[in-house]
């Protein structure tokens, strides 16, 4: 097993280091993966293919988190009992309907209202994506949460609760016991390459999945976008750190980093890079070439890149200077 993490700044090769590996995986007949976000699949498998040298694809892929989620379970128990967003409206409709005013609180006047089905919908899955009920009981108990609040975490607990009695799972439940199945079952996916690229952070139901693929997978590589240099050293602090096995997010990730970062806006994705580093064993950092592939012979452009974030103004003569525009021009 090959776990890696390649974290560096934009334009510096990341997707098209793991295009290349998935058209040389093609080539060779090579299981391989490709796992991006859901919005980017699509330009993801036009760019595999543009390159030219592929007709086509039968085994390399693009797809999403979710997809590879589908695809696990299929190597586990059937999946016939998961409800769609449909099925999730159907679901709410009826407790909306049910529930006392005193209950749904600050909901009560707009659950006949067009439209509330629908956005309460999402609410839930989204809640579904970060933890569940759990997260709806936690932010119900948050000092100053108020009533919608709890509202809210009494209709996630008669939405689980039809769920039950209808012997039905939502799809945010369901990844998490997909985790389980893979530290059981490994060996289905021991020759498979995989790669993540796209993302900067993921849901705890998808951090659950990641320890076991790696683990699993004949190589792991996961892409990560920020300021390479400063990535490396934070991660070497935090691999150093004698508390690190302890609490590393805490310790390493207080209140006063954002203040000492070079780049406070790349904050949550080293975050991520931690967490990776803490719970993926034998996690090798990479990063690409410091100066950006995308300028190319653009100096200017790799210049104003590098400092557009520091405090203080670079170097003058590290870059030629620019022709004046009140000058004339020079007569041939």
Do not use: N
């Amino acid at each position: 097993m090959t776990a890696r993490l390649l974290i560096g700044p934009a334009g510096s090769g990341k997707t098209r280091r793991c295009l290349q590996a998935l058209r040389d995986c093609e080539r060779a007949g090579e299981a391989a993966l490709l796992v991006v976000p859901d919005q980017f699949t699509y330009a993801a498998d036009r760019l595999l293919l543009e390159e030219g040298s592929l007709a086509g694809t039968r085994h390399a892929r693009v797809i999403s988190f979710r997809r590879l989620a589908r695809m696990i379970a299929a190597g586990a128990e059937p999946v016939t009992d998961l409800i769609s967003d449909e099925g999730r409206r159907l679901i709410l409709y009826p407790i909306l309907q049910s529930l006392p005013a005193t209950a749904l609180g600050p909901f009560a006047p707009v659950r006949l209202m067009p439209g509330f089905v629908a956005a309460l919908a999402d609410a839930v899955a989204e809640v579904k994506g970060i933890g569940g009920d759990e997260a709806a009981e936690r932010l119900a108990l948050a000092a100053g949460a108020g009533a919608k609040a709890a509202a809210f975490a009494r209709i996630v607990r008669e939405y689980d609760a039809a769920l039950a009695g209808a012997g039905l799972r939502d799809p945010g439940d369901w990844m998490r016991e997909l985790a389980a199945d893979l530290e059981r079952r490994p060996a289905r996916w021991s020759g498979l390459r995989l790669w993540m690229d796209g993302f900067t952070s993921f849901t705890p139901e998808e951090r659950a999945l990641l320890p076991p693929l790696a683990a699993a997978a004949r190589e792991f590589t996961i892409t990560l976008c920020a300021d390479g240099s400063e990535a490396r050293a934070l991660l070497a602090q935090a691999r150093d750190a004698a508390d690190f096995s302890a609490d590393p997010l805490s310790s390493l990730l207080g209140p006063r980093l954002r203040s000492r970062l070079r780049r406070p806006q790349f904050l949550p994705v080293l975050r991520t890079a931690l967490w990776l580093q803490q719970r993926i064993a034998g996690l090798a950092v990479e990063a690409p070439p410091e100066a950006p592939l995308r300028f190319g012979p653009a100096s200017e452009l790799a210049l104003l890149e590098a400092g557009l974030f520091a405090t203080a103004p670079p170097d003058p003569g590290s870059a030629p200077a620019a022709a004046d525009p009140r000058r004339p021009a020079p007569r041939p």
